[in-house]
């Protein structure tokens, strides 16, 4: 004599024996981890518990009425254990980040350019900076030196806290490559 | 180097083609799928599938309606969107191509022999 439970599944119910329904549950237990997002692993397990139910279904007739712990060995066999058939799904989190390692790099840094300078580099920096043409930034200091009271002194607090950009990865980033 | 490793990576890669072929053919409920995969040996076991499924359908490529059955639970039917179809083209595309670029590596050492 064993003792049997009734279960829902996918809308079904079945007669399981108590062993039979454990194994079952430690079985879709250990599909449901092998997902990070909850909703992905929901929905993948519901699926699965579908295919379980009609696969059962299949199981049973007038002589058979309960679902033993032999059948859910072969229905575990049929559909895999989950370290098993996700050999053959494509691991998506591996290429998502690897593009966004590329959009990091993207960001840019301010630097004097050596290679578009009239006196320092601050103005040809300031443009590549802002995607702008430097000779408006030229102007706005030669304006400012001429018809305001600061003078020259923001300009060359700038050539002192702007770096220069020397090497070929500080240009790299200078222009947000 | 495994010969099994080998081979489940090409598997691999052509797995997503063939369900979204499959589904280009006639919507399908799962089992359809898994039977016409079965056939043609590229799973071995049915749990492969399920993720492939739901992440095609996350991507937009795929969508599905219920539907009652006669015999067990009800049918979740899937069916290609026009994205599914539009990204299908292009994978049968690349499949030409790689098909006729192994076969041009393949066949070139018969034809140095013949020189």
Known sequence: ?177 | MKIENAKAQMRKGVLEYCILSILSQKDSYASDIINRLKEAKLIVVEGTLYPLLTRQKNAGLLSYRWEESTQGPPRKYYKLTQEGEKFLDELDKSWTELVEAVDMVKNLPQESKEN
């Open chain 1, 1 to 177: 004599m064993k003792l049997t439970e009734n279960i829902n599944l996918a809308n079904r119910i079945f007669i399981i024996d108590q062993d039979a329904l454990a194994k079952l549950e430690e079985y879709l237990k250990s599909v449901e981890h092998y997902f990070n997002k909850k909703e992905e692993a929901t929905e993948i397990v519901a699926d699965i518990e579908n295919r379980i139910a009609e696969l059962f279904e299949t199981m049973l007739n007038k002589k058979k009425e309960v679902i033993s712990m032999e059948d859910v060995n072969k229905v575990i066999e049929i559909i895999g254990l989950p370290e098993i058939f996700m050999e053959d799904v494509q691991n998506e989190e591996q290429t998502k980040n690897k593009s966004d390692f590329k959009f990091e790099n993207k960001t840019k840094k301010l630097y004097r350019d050596p290679d578009n300078s009239v006196i320092s580099g601050v103005c040809g920096g300031l443009g590549t900076y802002f995607n702008v043409d430097p000779i408006l930034f030229r102007v706005l200091f030669i304006l400012a030196v001429i018809f305001t009271g600061i003078g020259l002194l923001p300009y060359i607090i700038l050539w002192i806290v702007m770096p220069q950009a020397k090497t070929f990865e500080q240009k790299m980033e200078m222009k947000g490559y």
